[in-house]
Structures are given as C-alpha cells and as structure tokens.
C-alpha cells in the first residue's frame, strides 16, 4: 500500500535550518509530483512547495528564497531544505504524493 513517512522535524533557533525528508513507498515515485504543506495550531493546512516528475518546483510566497525543495528518485524520497527560519514557520508539516498523506513531522521555531 501507499505510504509517506516524513523525519527531520525538531526545535531550531529562529534563523537555523532544518532538512525534512519524505520517504516514500508502494507507487511509481518518479512519475507523481510530490508536495510539502504544513498546519500551524489553529490553522488550515497550507500550501508550502511543489516538485514536479522532472523536476520543477513552485513555492508558497511565505517560504519563496527560503526554502527548497527537491527529490531523489533512485531513494523515492523528498526533501524540504528550509533555511532562515521564522517562528511563523512553526507547524506540523506533511508530505503528500498520489493523492496520500503522512503523518506529519513537527517543526518548531523558537529561542
């Protein structure tokens, strides 16, 4: 069956970096686009990248400059490098492909 796992979240100073991973399973990873979106206490879940099955990307303009996405098809995993974090960026972030979620890995910005 379809599964998503994402890893990498934790607690970083405002300004650290953090790298998320998505890995994936049970479908053709090199054929789907593959989304990072994320939940902030209170809020709809967000829109945050996108990379296509050849590799174009598109950003929120929240994280645009900040964070980049990008995937490795011989590991059917994606990546969300996120740099110059921001406390706002504080959330639950998902991994999403055909049409399936993970679980989600906490990010929190905070000093």
């Known amino acids: 069956q379809v599964q998503l796992v994402e890893s990498g979240g934790g607690l970083v100073q405002p300004g650290g970096s953090l790298r998320l991973s998505c890995a994936a399973s049970g479908f053709t990873f090199s054929i789907y686009d593959m989304h990072w979106y994320r939940q902030a206490p209170g809020k709809e879940r967000e829109f945050v990248a996108r990379i296509g099955s050849v590799g174009y990307t598109n950003y929120a303009d929240s994280v645009k400059g900040r964070f980049t996405i990008s995937r490795d098809n011989t590991k059917n995993t994606v990546y969300l490098q996120m740099n110059s974090l921001k406390p706002e960026d504080t959330a639950v972030y998902y991994c999403?492909?055909?049409?399936?979620w993970g679980p989600g890995t906490q990010v929190t910005v905070s000093s």
């Open positions: 999403k492909g055909y049409s399936s």
